[in-house]
């Protein structure tokens, strides 16, 4: 496809997103240029954090990797503080350091957010975590050799998986 000569159009916009049109695509961004902060945090004993929480898009709670926004509510917040920020509400976790991965897509067909992959490491735990009032998040703190069926029997409870979790997921799924 060659790239459409007509500007994007604003369709409808809210307080996070934003719908627009752009010649015949439809696709939504975040508002104000928000971005996220997605973390990769794996303790000493070689456990995963994982979180689970309500997702009113799929009506459904989600296994994720935890994540956040940057600058939502922190001006000139940074990636590396949004990380740790994120970390600790979520899952009760801090963390030494935080390692930036890449910047990544996950859905460009549909949505033009994108969001920043971390790695935290030194992690000790501080608190119970779950989020911020009204989040409600379980944490998960998963063995990575247990990753595969740990996500296989939160999807047969019927729980939906972020697709962030084929980081963690391609051995199993690759092996032949």
Known sequence: MSV????AE????GKWIVAKR???WEFVSRARGLQAAVIVAIDDADH??????YRVPLGK?????PAGLIGDEHDGDTVTEAARRELEEETG???ERVEELGFFHSSPGMVSEGF??????????IGAGGGVAGEDITVHRVP???????????RSEGVAIDVKLLLLLADSLLAS
Do not use: M, N
Request: one cysteine or more; aromatic letters at 6%; hydrophobic letters at 45%.
């Open 93 to 95: 976790y801090s963390c």
């Open 116 to 125: 920043t992959l971390v790695r935290a490491h030194g992690l000790t735990r």
């Open 61 to 65: 709670r989600c296994l994720e990797l």
């Open 48 to 53: 995963v954090l994982l979180v689970e929480q």
């Open 22 to 24: 752009q010649g015949k």
């Open 10 to 13: 604003i369709a409808w916009a």
């Open 4 to 7: 459409p000569e007509e500007p």
């Open 144 to 154: 990575r050799k247990a990753i595969a069926a740990f996500v296989a029997d939160k």
